[in-house]
């Protein structure tokens, strides 16, 4: 087989869809069309969201620590796992 004979290839190019002429004409950094005439609905939604998200970590991180804390001053007389 050549290298001009590649079957996936050719079956990529036949199966890829065509890019939509917004993609191609849009200068990058510039928003579509549909959305650059009306205002962001979800934006405090959003940043709330993004805010969380950020914050995932430490609060993660935070539950461990006062997980591990728990642990470490259990007395255990609470239990009921002693027998006697």
Known sequence: MTPDEDP??????????EETPWRRDRPAGEQAPERAG??????RTR???????????????A???????????DDGSGSGDQSG
């Open 8 to 17: 996936t290839a050719d079956f990529l190019d036949d199966v890829r869809a």
């Open 38 to 43: 009306r205002p962001e609905r979800w934006g």
């Open 47 to 61: 940043a709330a969201g993004r805010a969380a998200a950020q914050a995932a970590p430490y609060l993660q991180a």
């Open 63 to 73: 539950a461990l620590v006062a997980w591990l804390a728990s642990g470490a001053f």
